[in-house]
């Protein structure tokens, strides 16, 4: 009984060394902002299907070279709230909803062209993106955990978004560019003397936060340019892209070495805890687009390989997959997402566009004891506007707004609960989510 109190004390100092740096009031996810909803409006709106053709700063995420596609330097503002009911039908639950947490993010990012500093002239453009959780107050939030009555697996919070990338010009229609996205592994050491009571003292703390570097490469073709630059042809207004994006997650680890005075001597009791979250998989998009007068339609295909989360989760201290058997592990599928959408403007100043999205779960289990995680396929539809503001009198260019609401049916799926104790309940899981951005666009 005594070293069980004993544990539990050393854990809860644990915690303790973590909180101390970062915020435990956000779930799990293994999503974010940029896949699971879409960066900018135009982004939520097309349900992501035009994203590796949008000339905006949320091409650092998407499609670096799509940075090239307007020479002038742009100044973006925007916020995004996502609204969720995630539902599981539980016999033996008060209600169904099992998570309604919303998530809030105020977002900037910029673009300017550095070829002006070289010799050359050859234009060079730099562009970054970051999005901070409840309207820019929390930046560093973090939880991992285990449950008995289930949790979703992608629409935890993200706290921080953040892309810097570059792209430039290579030859007749074609561009090329690459980003990083950066995400923190944050480790934290704690040394403590505790009574058998709880008091400490002799506390010493370390916790350092370091940024993960995970690169994204894109490349854009403008097949009329490419192919007959000097004539007319069949290829006019076609474009393709493919961009690359590195698997990426962020990371805890916690060490801890408790003495505790007459039961426990030096060199004390050790705990150590590493998990991850916001886990993005390594993705692959290939897109085509056509633009007519006024209007253009287009559509992408991505292969998102979830598959190697089972070896992420494998060396995760909470979610700790080694101590269950190989048959009840949790397991991934490698999925495609088909997405396709269209633009159209209405005259000079305004501009209407749609998406259309459908995302096959990742998780292949239904059965996973202790994580109990919960995912379905999806339905995703998005539908945005645009306005541009001509006479600004003091600006150069124009101002453009951009609104856009997206809507995410979750289809109905069984899982069945496992406990703490090794018993069963069988779940049905669906949910909706509605999300609405908008965003104010300087050109200088």
Not at 67 to 76: A, C, F, P, Q
Not at 101 to 111: A, D, E, N, R, W
Request: glycine share 8%.
């Amino acid at each position: 009984m005594a070293s069980t109190r004993l544990s539990v004390r050393a854990l809860s100092l644990a915690v303790t060394a973590i909180t101390t740096s970062l915020s435990l009031s956000t779930n799990a996810s293994m999503g974010n902002l940029g896949t699971t909803y879409g960066v900018m409006p135009v982004d939520v709106a097309t349900a992501q299907s035009l994203s590796m053709f949008n000339d905006q700063v949320s091409a650092t995420y998407y499609n670096p070279a799509a940075l090239t596609k307007d020479d002038r330097g742009e100044l973006t503002s925007g916020l995004l709230h996502a609204e969720q009911e995630l539902r599981s039908a539980n016999p033996n639950a008060d209600g169904d909803v099992l998570s309604n947490s919303p998530s809030q993010h105020v977002l900037i990012g910029m673009k300017t062209n550095l070829g002006s500093i070289t010799r050359f002239k050859h234009p060079i453009y730099l562009g970054f993106i970051a999005g901070v959780e409840k309207y820019g107050k929390e930046m560093l939030a973090f939880r991992s955990e285990t449950t008995e009555s289930g949790q979703f697996l992608q629409y935890g919070k993200e706290p921080l978004f953040l892309n810097v990338g570059g792209a430039t010009p290579i030859w007749r229609g074609i561009s090329a560019g690459a980003s990083v996205r950066v995400t923190l592994e944050a480790a934290a050491s704690l040394e403590a003397v505790s009574t058998l009571g709880g008091e400490t003292s002799r506390e010493r703390l370390a916790v350092n936060a370091e940024p993960s570097l995970k690169s994204i490469l894109g490349t854009s073709i403008d097949l009329g340019d490419t192919i007959c630059p000097e004539s007319d042809c069949f290829f006019d207004g076609w474009e393709t892209a493919l961009t690359y994006r590195t698997k990426s997650s962020a990371s805890t680890s916690v060490d801890s070495n408790i003495i505790v005075t007459q039961t426990i001597p030096d060199p004390g009791l050790s705990l150590a805890v590493a998990t991850i979250d916001s886990f993005q998989p390594e993705t692959i998009a290939l897109g085509a687009q056509y633009r007519g007068n006024g209007w253009r339609v287009g559509g992408s295909v991505e292969q998102q390989n979830w598959s190697e989360l089972e070896n992420e989760f494998a060396g995760d201290t909470i979610k700790d997959q080694e101590s269950v058997s190989s048959g009840d592990r949790i397991r991934f599928d490698d999925i495609l997402v088909p997405r396709i959408g269209a633009e159209y403007e209405l005259n000079q100043n305004f501009a209407v566009r749609a998406g259309l999205a459908y995302e096959e779960s990742p998780l292949k289990t239904t059965r996973n004891p202790e994580l109990n995680y919960l995912d379905t396929d999806k339905i995703v539809v998005g539908l945005g506007l645009s306005a541009t503001y001509n006479r600004t009198r003091l600006l150069a260019y124009p101002i453009r707004m951009d609104i856009g609401y997206q809507y995410q049916q979750l289809q109905e799926r069984d899982f069945t609960l496992v406990d703490y104790d090794g018993n069963e309940t069988d779940v049905t899981a669906d949910g909706d989510v509605h999300v609405i951005s908008g965003s104010i666009t300087l050109k200088f």
